[in-house]
């Protein structure tokens, strides 16, 4: 459906955001130590400048909050939200190949600060979902007890739950408890 590099740069966001206190797993931030940033740069195999520093540390957890806004904002929201993320960066988007990795958009340069990358591949990738009219695709986790954010890459666009809760196969339970119970215990009129 989307390219490769797409697909990559919108889970990493949301992964990105799913790091923060609201919308972890764990209920803490899971962005805590250098070592955190640097699993997240290796796992998600970002390339370029990684400076393993508490500044670049607070910048990325800084980050978390504007890239959380893209998966809440309006098309038009999102689009101005954009061209200001481009704009204050200066973007001059280029093609480039490296790693195994086919021709794909990069904006800024690969020395350039980790978080201003995320921002504006972040940004990039929006832009080709509010030209695709797309942008429906990001959204918040349907249940009622989580605030993570997701990307629906299904065929249909029926994707509800995030990952990051097991919230999916809660609500399924749910589901089916209340199922079982008004079988078991039909309401006589």
Known sequence: MFGHDTESVLRAAAALVNTEPQASHSGADELTRVDDVAAFFDGWAYTGLLERSAEELERLRD???????????????????????????????????????????????????????????????????????????????????????????????????????NCGNRANVTAYRARRAAVADPVTV
């Open 63 to 165: 980050l978390r909050s504007e890239l959380r806004a893209f998966f809440l904002e309006s098309r038009d929201e999102a689009a101005a939200h954009v061209n200001r993320v481009l704009a204050e960066a200066t973007a001059t988007p280029r093609l480039v190949r490296h790693d195994g990795i086919d021709w794909h958009l990069h904006a800024v340069p690969g020395n350039a600060p980790f978080d201003v990358r995320i921002r504006v591949e972040t940004a990039m990738t929006v832009s080709d979902l509010i030209r695709s009219d797309e942008l429906g695709r990001l959204t918040v986790c349907a249940a009622d007890d989580c605030s993570a954010v997701l990307v629906d890459l299904s065929r249909n666009r029926s994707k509800r739950f995030c990952d990051v809760g």
